[in-house]
């Protein structure tokens, strides 16, 4: 305690005694703060279509519209086809928390089930793609480099080199691939969601979207591996950079310090 | 060892040893060499150890680099990948690419050893930026050591170059990105411009030509000239001896430290392996430049987040911050766009280079300088330096404008404009911000000279009355607080001379004595207390609250 209270006056002290309150707010924060866990049961459904249109009257047609014939605060939905309904809602897009430059991924609130009833009853509408079938969208044994070439021709401009996203204009950003399932991959490809240009088959066969799906996962995925270490986001030199400057640098200076600590000359008693 | 010729003296024998170190001082004159040197004096600061992390991590560089060109090959003919990474397999490409991928894949060592060239590189042109930034603020620059300032500053334009040359040999996306960014940025030339580019690359972009020259450039040119330059600079610092901090029994003709041998080369030998290692440490942890997930270059591919390493990133956030003007006259257009940013580009370099002179001349101080000045106590030149951080700081936001946006969910557009304004205003604000910082340390300096540290002790006097004691400092501090000059600014003089005269004075004098008073004048400094001040302060302390405090001496 004296000593304690010996270096209460020391220069450094209000930095210590803010550290450590930051550091408890924080954690007490994490510790405490309410997580969400608003979650549909699982109903059984006789007729989709039937069912779909019952959750759609409940989740979707204040914005779109009782028939999805769209409204001021949503886009209509005849013809936009089962495999948008299957995208935007099974990552968690559909339905939107609120209106902003473009609608986030968050937490998927709808089970597999009713997303289908839902595509079920939006493809009843009208014509559109439809949920690919895994063999459609099954990335096994297509040619990844071929897809390297492709993801660089098609989606870098946006994604970045492997996927980590990339911003858009006016707050728009393009997601980042990690972790998104093939599926997903295809159907935002096949309907081009929120700023999206679509890849309908007509300009990227099914074939080729199965390759850019493979490069993702090989570069991108659960099993990709990151050869040279951590990959700091793979973000390129902003974050090398800023890496280089902290641990880097600010690593040698404190060796410095140290070094220039420990010196020869007698020391101050 | 045993067949060396037979010594004068014949009844000794000679520790072997010493017969070398003669046989090379006949040669060599090595003891004439250490007599002088042996026992140069330094002076212990961990600030002073900037340097030697850029000079270390200079050395790694070229070592690591020795190594690379061993398996790299600096051409752009095309050939079909089949190495061991399989997301390229296949793939055309250039050799220089493909050699790079087999470096990072095939090699031993190779990617590491890749991955401590380009971590060393960001550190030492870091490390270089921090270690002028140091000599700026504490005026380790003045007389006599303005040459190697500006020495030190080619260090820092050249090491810019050579890490621009070199990451883009692997003619990977991101750097042939680059490559192309630096090619329009020529092309922006009026009238010369596209004739350059042709010279530049041998044709049109890219051709088959660029890497094949920009290795000879960077392998040999760049790092030689650097090498000579690191030679002249240690050489000057050896000559000018090294500057120290104010304290006791430091004086402007002394140096007070300790000697090269042993003390210094055995903290120096011994830091360069620690920053060897940590490199190395950093190296093998992060990974840096990971070429084979940017994939070949090639002019109609290019990717979101696309920028230079993190030294050439206030030239991107020039490019990306410019508006897109463009005039067009009798058919030619000129892409201010462009070149605007391009002529910007070395002005914000020159600014800082060229500041030192400037002081000089507003200051015409022709003294030498070898006791460094505590940033707080050259306002003006500190303010200056912060000023022209921030400016360096705010084109880095602006470089780096598509990563602020996503990681801080903001409008890459209101970033821009951000920067936009910034690059004017920013300066400005630091300038005067840092100034009045400055003063309100030296107003506390001076307040902790006259009346000492506050000791956290609250007592209570008979009366009544709270005071809190406060410990005088002790006399190395005070000699520390107060050893700085307070300069007089300039003055015009009088306006006509002794025979009445009106006196001619230019006006560039007019504008010296305008930033001399900027400088020294009134509210640009905080005059220090003087020992009349002090005493009878410290007298009235006598007579006042001194003998409540007397317990504690």
């Known amino acids: 305690m004296k000593k304690l209270s010996a270096r209460r006056r020391h220069p450094l002290a209000a930095v210590v005694v803010l550290l450590l309150a930051l550091a408890a707010t924080g954690g007490l924060y994490a510790a405490f703060a309410p997580a969400g866990t608003a979650q549909a049961d699982e109903t059984a459904q006789s007729l989709a279509i039937e069912e779909g249109k019952k959750l759609y009257s409940v989740g979707c047609a204040s914005c779109h519209g009782t028939g999805g014939q769209g409204s001021s605060d949503g886009p209509p939905l005849v013809g936009v086809g089962s495999a948008a309904v299957d995208f935007q809602v099974g990552t968690g897009r559909m339905p939107a928390q609120q209106p902003g430059v473009q609608v986030p991924k968050k937490k998927v609130i709808y089970s597999q089930a009713e997303i289908d009833q839902l595509a079920a009853y939006i493809a009843s509408l009208g014509a559109g793609p439809i949920i690919p079938t895994e063999n459609q969208y099954d990335p096994a044994g297509a040619d990844v480099a071929r897809g390297g070439d492709l993801f660089r021709t098609n989606c870098t401009q946006c994604h970045n080199f492997t996927g980590e996203g990339g911003a858009l204009t006016g707050g728009k950003s393009a997601p980042n691939l990690e972790g998104v399932s093939p599926k997903h991959i295809y159907e935002a490809m096949q309907t081009g969601p929120q700023n999206m240009p679509s890849f309908p088959d007509s300009t990227m066969p099914e074939e080729q979207k199965k390759e850019i799906i493979a490069y993702i996962q090989a570069v991108n995925g659960e099993k990709a591996s990151s050869p040279g270490g951590l990959k700091l986001g793979g973000l390129g030199p902003v974050s090398e950079g800023l890496f280089g400057w902290i641990f880097g640098l600010g690593v040698l200076i404190a060796a410095a310090v140290w070094v220039a600590a420990h010196t020869a000359k007698a020391k101050k008693s | ?553």
């Not at chain 2, 020294?520 to 003998?547: D, L, W």
Request: charge should be neutral; proline fraction near 5%.
């Open chain 2, 1 to 553: 060892m045993s067949t060396s010729t037979a010594s004068d003296d014949k009844n000794r024998r000679v520790p072997a040893g010493e017969r070398v170190a003669d046989w090379a001082d006949g040669r060599l004159g090595i003891y004439s060499l250490a007599k002088a040197n042996m026992r140069k004096i330094f002076p212990d600061h961990w600030s002073f150890m900037l340097g030697e992390i850029a000079l270390y991590s200079f050395i790694i560089i070229i070592l690591t680099g020795v190594y690379l060109t061993l398996f790299f090959h600096p051409s752009m003919n095309e050939v079909v990948y089949h190495g061991s990474y399989v997301p390229l397999q296949g793939v055309r490409m250039s050799e220089a690419y493909a050699s790079t991928v087999d470096i990072s894949f095939d090699v031993r060592g190779g990617l590491l050893i890749r991955q401590i060239h380009h971590w060393a590189a960001l550190i030492f042109l870091a490390a270089m930026l921090v270690h002028m930034m140091r000599v700026f603020f504490t005026g380790a620059f003045r007389k006599p050591r303005e040459v190697n300032w500006l020495f030190g500053f080619l260090l820092f334009v050249l090491g810019m170059f050579t890490g621009f040359t070199g990451y883009s040999l692997p003619d990977d996306l991101l750097s042939g990105t680059g490559v192309r960014f630096m090619q329009g940025a020529i092309l922006s030339v009026p009238v010369v411009g596209t004739y350059l580019s042709m010279f530049l690359f041998g044709g049109e972009f890219p051709g088959g030509d660029f890497v094949a020259r920009f290795y000879s450039v960077h392998i040999l040119l760049l790092p030689g000239i650097m090498l000579g330059l690191v030679v002249a600079h240690l050489i000057l610092v050896f000559y000018h001896k090294h500057t120290q901090f104010a304290g006791p029994g430091r004086t402007n003709r002394n140096v007070v430290g300790m000697p090269l041998l042993p003390v210094y080369m055995a903290k120096a030998g011994g830091f360069f392996f620690l920053v060897f290692g940590l490199i190395t440490i950093v190296s093998a942890i992060a990974t840096i430049n990971p070429i084979w997930a940017l994939g070949p270059y090639r002019p109609d591919q290019v990717s979101t987040g696309a920028q230079p390493d993190w030294y050439m990133g206030f030239s991107e956030g020039l490019i990306r911050v410019m508006p897109g003007w463009e005039i067009n006259f009798l058919g030619h257009t000129l892409v201010l766009g462009v070149f605007i940013p391009l002529v910007i580009f070395p002005l914000v370099l020159v600014a800082i280079a060229v500041y030192p002179f400037i002081e000089g001349w507003v200051t015409r101080d022709n003294r030498e300088h070898h006791i460094l000045d505590r940033p707080r106590n050259a306002p003006t030149r500190t303010a200056f330096g912060v000023a022209w951080l921030t400016w360096y700081f705010i084109l880095l936001v602006g470089g780096g404008n598509d990563l602020w946006a996503t990681h801080f969910h903001l409008s890459i557009n209101a970033i821009t404009w951000f920067v936009r304004v910034f690059f004017f205003v920013g300066p400005v604000i630091a300038f005067v911000v840092t100034k009045r910082i400055c003063l309100g340390l030296q107003r506390r300096d001076a307040e902790k000279v006259l009346h000492g540290r506050e000791s956290g002790v609250i007592k209570r006097l008979p009366h009544g009355e709270f005071i809190e004691v406060h410990t005088p400092l002790d006399q190395a501090d005070l000699h520390r607080l107060t050893a700085h000059d307070q300069h007089k600014p300039a003055d015009l003089g009088p306006a006509v001379d002794e025979n009445g005269v009106r006196r001619n004075v230019g006006p560039a004098e007019k504008l010296r004595v305008k930033l001399s008073k900027g400088y020294y004048g009134e509210g640009s400094q905080i005059p220090k207390p003087t020992a009349e001040e002090y005493n009878e302060i410290a007298a009235a302390h006598g007579h006042g609250h001194e003998e409540i405090t007397s317990g504690k001496h």
